[in-house]
């Protein structure tokens, strides 16, 4: 009895794996189609000077126009992305398709804006990374300058040595380097000190109960002024209300994005906003 019963739990464990596998091979599938089809594209979302009250950045986001689900997020598909392997040919087509648009504002006449690219872990790793991010400048005409690349505490933490190589390469090509969702990684104050980055970006997480979280409050504010001290400047993302930019000015915070400011828009959209003087 026993055994038949072990038996019949394993084919049915074995016909459960059999279609998991299988409804991931789709799954991977219609993904390398929406790539191929021109169904990924790009959102921009307005990054603002507190100083100047000037969007002088803007973050790609990207999205998948799903013939029959709709607007995907990439929290539906960058992480299958990453697992298959298709990241390499989607971060390409993203980084692209970010420095080509951004030399379209420049070549319509709009101020001079950095594009911000968010980069996987297994993106960053491939040998010839740098070269690909040369290649996608050289394409699009774009100065290094004006491209900016987000990299995670944990993408960096995961081989602290190439990683600091690699960033140093980058800095080389001109390229800016921020470090995306400060604050929800574990990288050390020391190593930190080590990575020829530009920019933190508070994570969302820290801002979005702002002013009230006393927790939250301080860590704002420790974030910031860290920052300050290693001379790098500090964006606080997730933005959303009045409170908190108050709070955030008023910590010493460089920048902001969020809904406050922007949802991510469209290029056209966001072609708009660029247009409207300074207040
Ligand atoms: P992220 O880089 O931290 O991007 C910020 C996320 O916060 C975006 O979500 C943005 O829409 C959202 N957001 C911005 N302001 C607000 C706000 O005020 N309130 C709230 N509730 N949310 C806000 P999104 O577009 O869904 O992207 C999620 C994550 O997916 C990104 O987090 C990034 O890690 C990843 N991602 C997006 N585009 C790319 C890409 O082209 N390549 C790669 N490798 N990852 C990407
Ligand atoms: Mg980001
Ligand atoms: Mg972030
Ligand atoms: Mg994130």
Not at 69 to 82: C, K
Not at 92 to 105: G, H, I, S, V
Not at 187 to 213: E, T
Request: with cysteine; glycine share 6%.
């Amino acid at each position: 009895r026993a055994k038949e019963i072990g038996r019949d739990a394993m084919q049915v464990f074995t016909a459960e794996l059999a279609n998991r596998a299988h409804e991931k091979l789709e799954r991977q599938e219609e993904l390398r189609r929406a790539l191929a089809q021109g169904e990924l594209f790009l959102q921009y979302q307005p990054q603002m000077d507190l100083a100047t009250g000037r969007i002088f950045a803007v973050e790609a986001l990207i999205r998948w126009r799903h013939p029959e689900r709709g607007l995907v997020g990439p929290g539906d598909f960058i992480p299958l992305a990453e697992e298959t392997g298709l990241i390499g040919p989607i971060g390409d087509w993203t980084l692209r398709a970010a420095c080509r648009q951004n030399k379209a504002w420049q070549v319509s006449g709009l101020p001079p804006i950095v594009v911000s690219v968010n980069v996987s872990a297994r993106q960053f790793q491939e040998k010839d990374w740098v070269e690909r991010v040369a290649a996608a400048l050289e394409e699009s005409g774009l100065e290094a300058r004006y491209l900016e690349l987000e990299l995670t505490e944990s993408l960096i933490m995961q081989d602290v040595q190439q990683a600091v190589e690699t960033m140093h390469r980058l800095e080389q090509l001109g390229v800016h380097l921020a470090i995306d969702d400060f604050g929800t990684g574990y990288s050390s104050l020391s190593s930190l000190k080590r990575f020829p980055v530009g920019r933190l970006k508070i994570d969302r997480s820290f801002v979005q109960d702002l002013p009230n979280d006393s927790d939250d409050a301080a860590i704002a504010r420790a974030v910031i002024s860290l920052a300050r001290t290693l001379q790098l400047r500090v964006i606080a993302e997730g933005v959303e209300t009045r409170e908190q930019v108050d709070f955030l000015r008023e910590a010493g915070c460089h920048e902001i994005q969020g809904f406050y400011l922007s949802r991510p828009i469209d290029a056209r959209a966001l072609q708009a906003i660029l247009c409207i003087p300074n207040p």
